[in-house]
Nanobody
């Protein structure tokens, strides 16, 4: 079965850290872009970060740049999102996703395969 599974979410305090993982099964990341999105209730899903497995160039939303780091471990077919200096506004459900495009895109409509999501809560 082709799927993406997130792990590593939970509760953190303001200024704390969490690391999210996204493991692919049934396919390899290969020459695709993969990314992280987040969504709060009542808000649209927004791009957080993505990385092109073709050239390794990452993209970050301005709100997380300098605090979050995206990375991949091709041997484990896993993508990570290291989240440091967390803020209450980072509270959301986080989703990983894969797109057939080679280069990063922060448009949810470009992504065809999604994980189920994982909750991240940052307390003030």
């Amino acid at each position: 079965e082709v799927q993406l599974v997130e792990s590593g979410g939970g509760l953190a305090q303001t200024g704390g850290s969490l690391r999210l993982s996204c493991t692919a099964s049934g396919f390899t990341f290969g020459d695709h872009a993969i990314g992280w999105f987040r969504q709060n209730s009542g808000n649209a899903r927004e791009g957080v970060s993505c990385i092109s497995t073709t050239n390794g160039i990452p993209w970050y939303a301005p709100s997380v740049k300098g605090r979050f780091t995206i990375s991949t471990d091709n041997a484990k077919n896993t993508m990570y999102l290291q989240m440091n200096n967390l803020k209450p506004e980072d509270t959301a459900d986080y989703f990983c996703a894969s797109t057939p495009k080679y280069f990063c895109t922060n448009s949810p409509g470009d992504y065809g395969l999604w994980g189920r999501g994982i909750q991240v809560t940052v307390s003030s």
